[in-house]
T-cell receptor
Framework: GAVVSQHPSRVICKSGTSVKIECRSL??????MFWYRQFPKQSLMLMAT?????????EQGVEKDKFLINHASLTLSTLTVTSAHPEDSSFYIC???????????FGSGTRLTVV | QQQVKQSPQSLIVQKGGISIINCAYE??????FPWYQQFPGKGPALLIA?????SEKKEGRFTISFNKSAKQFSLHIMDSQPGDSATYFC????????????FGTGTLLAVQP
């Protein structure tokens, strides 16, 4: 089945630094990938939708200059949290559409802790 | 209109019992309703999904019941097992070009041995 690999699984960074999270589709080409953020005991909140070769579409309230998304190839999307602050600490999850209209596969998530 | 309401927030069930989680939506453009299971520190995994043209779908111990007129759908877990203890999310999406998943608020299920 479709597999989405997300790295790193955990990252701790200092306040003010930037962190990059990678999301790869291993056995399929993903024209569309999604990035979610999940706080403890809460639901997944969609941050942005990225399409290969074009600019990401951000949800209302998500700072595009803070959360940089790049989808340069059909198998790789990256999320860079710039100038991270403790309030950015969260669980970030990517998802890729598998090509069918309703096929979504999720990565295993990245636990970001900003100290 | 983009919300999917989910209840209960948490649920405790004895082993062998039936777990029932309910969701409701407003947007009639939604045409695909998946359920996801998430374990701590992991991404969500698709459990079962339904389209609005059927009223029920069963896969093993998991059943989705769908009421299109009431705009409600539910997940039933039969013969619940301790290994089913996880957070469950309902979701909905449209068939349009934007086609993004809207998640419910989640239900933390604990199955006691």
């Amino acid at each position: 089945g479709a597999v989405v690999s997300q790295h790193p699984s955990r990252v701790i960074c200092k306040s003010g630094t930037s962190v990059k999270i990678e999301c790869r589709s291993l056995d399929f080409q993903a024209t569309t990938m999604f990035w979610y953020r999940q706080f403890p005991k809460q639901s997944l909140m969609l941050m942005a939708t990225s399409n290969e070769g074009s600019k990401a579409t951000y949800e209302q309230g998500v700072e595009k200059d803070k959360f940089l998304i790049n989808h340069a190839s059909l198998t790789l999307s990256t999320l860079t949290v710039t100038s991270a602050h403790p309030e950015d600490s969260s669980f970030y999850i990517c998802s890729a559409r598998t090509g069918t209209a309703y096929g979504y596969t999720f990565g295993s998530g990245t636990r970001l802790t900003v100290v | 209109q983009q919300q999917v309401k989910q209840s209960p927030q948490s649920l405790i069930v004895q082993k062998g019992g039936i777990s029932i989680i309910n969701c409701a939506y407003e947007n009639t453009a939604f045409d695909y309703f998946p359920w996801y299971q998430q374990f701590p520190g992991k991404g969500p995994a698709l459990l079962i999904a339904i389209r609005p043209d059927v009223s029920e779908k069963k896969e093993g111990r998991f059943t989705i019941s769908f009421n299109k007129s009431a705009k409600q759908f539910s997940l039933h877990i039969m013969d619940s097992q301790p290994g089913d203890s996880a957070t469950y999310f309902c979701a909905a999406t449209t068939g349009g070009a934007t086609n993004k998943l809207i998640f419910g608020t989640g239900t933390l299920l604990a199955v006691q041995p």
